[in-house]
T-cell receptor
Framework: TQLLEQSPQFLSIQEGENLTVYCNSS?????LQWYRQEPGEGPVLLVT?????EVKKLKRLTFQFGDARKDSSLHITAAQPGDTGLYLC????????????FGKGTKLTVNP | NAGVTQTPKFRILKIGQSMTLQCTQD?????MYWYRQDPGMGLKLIYY???????DKGEVPNGYNVSRSTTEDFPLRLELAAPSQTSVYFC??????????????FGPGTRLTVL
């Protein structure tokens, strides 16, 4: 059973377009994180959200944690080729073993 | 700081062979983790350690062993390699253990193929 479902699995867009990727669950999470992984590298943490309804911005990236703390979204404005990579959401289920669980990821390609 | 380093970068094993994947961190983190990443499957936790001398199983520990004799090093041992262990292996470390603000720092990975 996959606790965190990410969609879409693949996304290919042109430079300058906007996009949103989603991370959904039927479980409540104490926090959710977003990582970006470039080819041949390990994941790198982008942001952690901990409060229901929280919105965080990182330059052209906007992260939102759902009010019920069961889902999160990542919105990229005016995507650039440097945004290409695998975006992983990860979270700590509330009341569980406190171990971090990862989604399967969204593979984003931004074409020049 | 080099962060988390892993060796080797690539390795091909024959079925039944054994090997050790090396992981070293220079950030003085107490907590270290081993994950495997299969295509389209995200990251699965193999083993983790909360400090020197203390290790515990994660989600997919079968076929692997670990040790933690120092804060810096956390090697992963594969005994009797099987094709199902073909994967990319990532080592990670953190200052906190799980919890809300756990930021994990990952190494560059080891790509292992078992033929």
């Amino acid at each position: 059973t996959q606790l965190l479902e990410q969609s879409p699995q693949f996304l290919s867009i042109q430079e300058g377009e906007n996009l949103t990727v989603y991370c959904n669950s039927s479980s409540v999470f104490s926090s959710l994180q977003w990582y970006r992984q470039e080819p041949g590298e390990g994941p790198v943490l982008l942001v952690t959200v901990v409060t229901g309804g929280e919105v965080k911005k990182l330059k052209r990236l906007t992260f939102q944690f759902g009010d019920a703390r069961k889902d999160s979204s990542l919105h990229i404005t005016a995507a650039q080729p440097g945004d290409t990579g695998l975006y992983l959401c990860a979270g700590v289920p509330q009341g569980g073993s406190e171990k971090l669980v990862f989604g399967k990821g969204t593979k984003l390609t931004v074409n020049p | 700081n080099a962060g988390v380093t892993q060796t080797p970068k690539f390795r091909i094993l024959k079925i039944g062979q054994s090997m050790t994947l090396q992981c070293t961190q220079d950030m003085n983190h107490n907590y270290m983790y081993w994950y495997r990443q299969d295509p389209g499957m995200g990251l699965k936790l193999i083993y983790y350690s909360v400090g020197a001398g203390i290790t515990d199983k994660g989600e997919v520990p079968n076929g692997y062993n670990v040790s933690r004799s120092t804060t810096e090093d956390f090697p992963l041992r594969l005994e009797l390699a099987a094709p199902s262990q073909t994967s990319v292996y990532f080592c990670a470390s953190s200052t906190t253990f799980w919890g809300k603000y756990n930021e994990q720092f990952f190494g560059p990975g080891t790509r292992l193929t078992v033929l």
